[in-house]
């Protein structure tokens, strides 16, 4: 039932869907999403915006793919796409355990400016019976600042017949801040963001509705916010 097409925590809740195939697996999600929300932080100016997604994986867990989306943060920002590859491993340690491991490159597509934000993480979640993730995730130079960031995640999805619903708070913290890399001040390192939504599936068509919310300030375009995604899923 579970599309791979939101970017929720990268991929370990798409994993969710098939703990362990018995065969590769290749799918593709095209769609679109009524507002890109990265990190809680809007980053399409309320717009519409285009986003693909493609995952590979493989019996013994092994899987990579990428993720896509159209950005639209207003003048002078030139960023017009997102675009993610990443790789992992998959690891089923008993019945109810599980481990998921691997790497995210993220690039920005637009001026110099904007592919200096390019910027690798490292992840690692522990999935309790493929419905629980506890993650940590770090990213060196975070979006070209020369900090770096690291993210707690606790999620947990429900699945019933063609729904599914997801409930996941994060926090976010710069490991240094200075005057120009931070929360707000030079005394705030981190925030939190916090996500509660459904998704429906018909054959190949995935719908989702969720609601984000964020603890930043107001100098950030993070208040709580309702965003919709349709994506149509195909299997190869």
């Known amino acids: 039932m ?22 590769a697996d ?22 519409p915006v285009l986003q693909m997604g493609g995952l590979y994986s493989s019996q013994i867990g092994l899987y990579g793919g990428f993720w896509m989306s159209g950005i639209e943060r207003g003048s002078p920002d030139s960023t017009r796409f997102e675009l993610d590859g ?17 790497y995210t490159r993220a690039t920005f597509l637009g001026n110099a400016d904007t592919q200096g934000q390019a910027y690798g993480e490292g992840f690692f979640n522990l999935l309790l019976n493929d419905e629980t993730t506890l993650g940590y995730r770090l990213a060196d130079d975070y979006l070209g600042s020369g900090e770096a960031l690291q993210t707690l995640e606790l999620a947990h999805t429900i699945n019933s017949d063609d729904f599914g619903f997801e409930f996941s708070a994060r926090q976010f913290r710069y490991l240094h801040t200075t005057e120009t890399v931070n929360w707000g001040s030079e005394n705030r390192g981190d925030y939190f963001s916090f996500r509660a939504g459904v998704a429906r599936s018909y054959n190949e068509h995935n719908l989702s509705l969720a609601l984000e919310k964020t603890n930043l300030s107001s100098q950030f375009d993070a208040s709580t916010q309702i965003v919709f995604t349709y ?5 190869f």
């Open 26 to 47: 290749v799918t593709l999600d095209l769609g679109f999403a009524s507002e890109y929300v990265r990190s809680g932080i809007k980053q399409s100016n309320a717009k």
């Open 86 to 102: 990443f790789a992992g491993l998959y690891i089923p340690l008993a019945s109810f355990l599980a481990v998921d491991l691997g």
């Open 231 to 235: 994506a149509r899923s195909f299997g």
């Open 2 to 23: 579970r599309s791979c097409f939101a970017k929720l925590g990268i991929v370990a809740s798409c994993l969710m869907s098939f703990p362990l195939i018995s065969q």
